[in-house]
């Protein structure tokens, strides 16, 4: 019902920035992107997927993890259903597939069980 397409990943050299963005479709008429509750998550190499900042339905609630805040920024664009993530200062560290996701309501939001993916984009940081 809901397709996530990630996009702006690639190479970047350390201290440097990149921003991502995610394009939804909806394929029911049941929920709104504004309803949604949005999420960037990513995936190291050789890791297990983690989240990195999460955005509420509404766009005035967001969550960073500590790693992430300061220089990560999550946003949206509902009259575009687009879901953006401004990285700056990265590091070699934020390698990762980055990937964007979407929960239905509040309660999976919370519990970052998240019931829609995306394919994730590549980010590379070289030092």
């Known amino acids: 019902q809901v397709q996530l397409v990630e996009s702006g990943g690639g190479s970047v050299q350390a201290g440097g920035s990149r921003s991502l963005s995610c394009k939804s479709i909806?394929?029911?008429?049941?929920?709104?992107?504004?309803?949604?509750?949005m999420g960037w998550f990513r995936q190291p190499p050789g890791k297990e997927r983690e989240v990195v900042a999460v955005i509420y339905s509404g766009e005035t609630t967001t969550y960073y993890t500590d790693d992430a805040k300061g220089r990560f920024t999550i946003s949206r664009e509902n009259a575009v259903n687009t879901l953006y993530l401004q990285m700056n200062k990265l590091k070699p560290e934020d390698t990762a597939n980055y990937f964007c996701?979407?929960?239905?309501?509040?309660?999976?939001?919370?519990?970052?069980?998240?019931?829609?993916w995306g394919k994730g984009t590549q980010v590379t940081v070289s030092s």
């Open positions: 909806l394929w029911t008429h049941e929920i709104s992107f504004s309803q949604l509750c």
């Open positions: 996701a979407a929960a239905t309501d509040r309660d999976r939001c919370t519990s970052r069980e998240f019931n829609y």
